[in-house]
Structure formats: structure tokens, C-alpha cells
């Protein structure tokens, strides 16, 4: 029996998705990662509050797939690392790891962070793409105690400006 733990990820969606939505493990829509799986020693409230106060600044902005890599086992697409992505992907790293997180791939966040979209079984992106990131969705991992599953938690929208 395998054993697991309380853990979370951080994607944007590329297709309007409600909180609560569940899925298998194998079969996640088509989404951009923005922090990879990680287990932090905080309530939900403390994760949201932390996550919230990270995002509050940062505007909505779109990227283009620039091309297509494989790692290990697993088929991404690649985004234009622009100043954005990175500024936002800094901002949740750097609230998680001034916190004590623990990701499952170290070599993927931070200062290895690459802008990805994982190859799903029925949907991908193509290149020359352009994808809107306009929000950031923590993922459960773990929903109801099941590690097949996965569950969108809550959907932080990024900053919106006001004309």
C-alpha cells in the first residue's frame, strides 16, 4: 500500500474551471505549472492568506509557446520565459520557500524554473500559441485522503487594474 502525504501545486488553468472541480492523477486539463508539488507545515488559511498576499500585485499578462522538450518520461510545452512568468513564479516561490516547503522536484523551482504546459492525453499546446495567465489555482493533492485524485482548492485571481 502506498502511503501518502499532504501535498499542493500551483498552476494557472487555460480553460475556465470551478473550485471543486476533482480529476485523476493522469488526467489534468490543460494548465500551466507556476510551482511544482510541495508539502508546507501550515493550516489552509495560513497556505491561502500567504499565497494570496504573494499574488496581490501581480497583473494578469499572456506568454507564447516558444517549444516542446522532453523530461524524463514526461512531454512539455515550453513558454517564453518573459519577465511576468518569472516575476510570478518568484513571487509564489519565494513566499513557500521562506516557509519551510518542500518540493517534490527542488531542480524545477527558483532559479530552475522553466515556463511549462505538460502534454495532456487529449490536449496540448502547440507553438506560437499565446496563453493568458490571468489567475493562480492551488491544486490538493491529496483530496478526501486519496493520492489518485486531484482537486482545485481555490482560484487566486491575479491583480486586476483599474482604469
Keep these: 500500500m502506498e502511503h501518502f502525504t499532504q501535498k499542493w501545486t500551483l498552476v494557472s488553468f487555460l480553460d475556465p474551471i470551478a473550485v471543486g472541480t476533482q480529476f485523476f492523477w493522469k488526467n489534468w486539463p490543460l494548465h500551466v505549472t507556476l510551482a511544482g508539488t510541495f508539502a508546507v ?8 492568506d500567504r499565497l494570496t498576499q504573494s499574488v496581490a500585485e501581480q497583473q494578469p499578462f499572456q506568454t507564447t509557446v516558444t517549444g516542446q522538450t522532453e523530461w524524463g518520461d514526461t512531454s512539455v510545452m515550453l513558454l517564453d520565459q518573459n519577465q511576468p512568468i518569472m516575476n510570478l ?26 515556463p511549462h504546459s505538460t502534454i495532456q492525453e487529449s490536449v496540448q499546446l502547440q507553438v506560437g500559441d499565446v496563453v493568458t495567465i490571468k489567475d493562480l ?3 490538493n493533492m491529496f483530496p478526501d485522503h486519496d493520492g489518485y485524485q486531484r482537486q482545485v482548492w481555490k482560484i487566486l485571481p491575479l491583480a486586476t487594474v483599474q482604469v
Excluded at 41 to 48: I, K, P, R, Y
Excluded at 89 to 113: I, W
Design 41 to 48: 507545515d501550515w493550516d489552509v488559511d495560513n497556505l491561502l
Design 89 to 114: 513564479h518568484r513571487a509564489v516561490f519565494n513566499t513557500l520557500s521562506t516557509s519551510g516547503a518542500v518540493f517534490n522536484d527542488p531542480q524545477y523551482v527558483g532559479e530552475g524554473y522553466t
Design 137 to 139: 489555482a492551488i491544486v
